[in-house]
């Protein structure tokens, strides 16, 4: 059996959110007893909770919501590269050292250690400017560790419309703590929701 890593953070009552975000919330609906065979529960939650796919709905009106994207995007070749403490943003310099044959997903890793119990909001986003260089060498997905592509106080954007512009997908808040650089078999599919501007995803990597 080839190796899987788990790079989804776990996802239950208290996972941090984007602040003024839908936390996660979970209640029984129906509990296994006397008259009721099963358990059942009910679930509300942002779709960006956790590891997730953007959908074009989240950045553009009127664009395709996650449902309605191909899946090609979120499966297959990807590289891990590791880009840890490099600052506030992300820059092509910071990924020259794995771009010879960039695979179609890049995801990058930039924290030593992925916040998945609490909020910050000095994480690593990506400079528009290293979107569109990945987009110009044949980059169709990216993936970061962090919860945006865009720095937290940001309300341009400006990632974001890259990845409008030039039709990329997206993955956030994946967890890479224990992924070497190095190439793997990316599987992050995003349920079918057809009016959600994203949704949550089981992401692994598969070695080669």
Not at 23 to 30: N, T
Not at 60 to 66: L, R
Not at 151 to 179: F, G, I, M, W, Y
Request: proline share 10%.
């Amino acid at each position: 059996m080839k190796r899987l890593w788990d790079i989804s953070p776990p996802l239950h009552t208290g996972s941090p959110v984007f602040p003024g975000d839908t936390p996660y919330r979970q209640r029984w609906a129906a509990s296994i007893g006397p008259g009721c065979p099963v358990n059942v529960s009910e679930l509300t939650l942002s779709p960006h909770a956790g590891a997730h796919a953007d959908g074009p709905l989240h950045y553009a009106a009127g664009a395709p919501a996650i449902g309605n994207v191909a899946l090609d995007a979120f499966l297959g070749p990807c590289r891990v590269v590791h880009c840890i403490d490099v600052g506030p943003l992300v820059l092509p310099e910071h990924l020259r050292h794995a771009a010879d044959g960039l695979p179609p997903r890049v995801l990058v890793r930039t924290c030593r250690q992925a916040p998945v119990d609490r909020w910050v909001d000095d994480f690593t986003a990506f400079a528009p400017q290293t979107l569109e260089w990945l987009a110009d060498r044949g980059v169709r997905l990216v993936g970061i560790d962090t919860a945006s592509v865009d720095p937290a106080p940001s309300k341009t954007l400006d990632a974001h419309q890259v990845l409008l512009r030039r039709d990329l997908r997206v993955l956030e808040n994946l967890v890479l703590d224990d992924v070497e650089e190095g190439d793997y078999e990316l599987i992050a599919l995003p349920l079918k929701l057809v009016q959600a501007d994203a949704s949550p995803v089981r992401a692994v990597l598969r070695e080669l």
